[in-house]
Nanobody, 121 residues
Framework: QVQLVESGGGMVQPGGSLRLSCAAS????????VGWFRQVPGKQRELVAT???????NYEDSVKGRFTISRDNAKKTVYLQMNSLKPEDTAVYYC???????????????WGQGTQVTVSS
């Protein structure tokens, strides 16, 4: 069984920074593409950033130049460094990963439980 656990959320003033972590726990699995999503009440969950197994990254336009996604494969952890935070970045942030168990021939999609980020003065 694999679980994704996010951490690092909190409250920060505009212009501040936070680093979110998404750690995969379990055994005998490999992680493919990972994405960070965010959601505010009443709106659809939106994709913020992705990173492939090889390290290629993509970002939603509003976070380009401010957010950086990275991964540490040895620690089975993906990070989202968020700088120059704005009030409109306030949301619950979710980690999503494609994971293949060692006894499986395909990848399954997993979600974390989410972590709240609040940007307010």
């Amino acid at each position: 069984q694999v679980q994704l656990v996010e951490s690092g959320g909190g409250m920060v003033q505009p212009g501040g920074s936070l680093r979110l972590s998404c750690a995969a726990s379990g055994s005998d699995f490999s992680i493919g593409r990972v994405g960070w999503f965010r959601q505010v009440p009443g709106k659809q969950r939106e994709l913020v950033a992705t990173i492939s197994s090889g390290g290629s990254t993509n970002y939603e336009d509003s976070v380009k130049g401010r957010f950086t996604i990275s991964r540490d494969n040895a620690k089975k952890t993906v990070y989202l460094q968020m700088n120059s935070l704005k009030p409109e970045d306030t949301a619950v942030y979710y980690c999503n990963a494609n994971i293949r168990l060692s006894d499986s021939a395909h990848f399954d999609n997993y979600w974390g439980q989410g972590t709240q980020v609040t940007v307010s003065s």
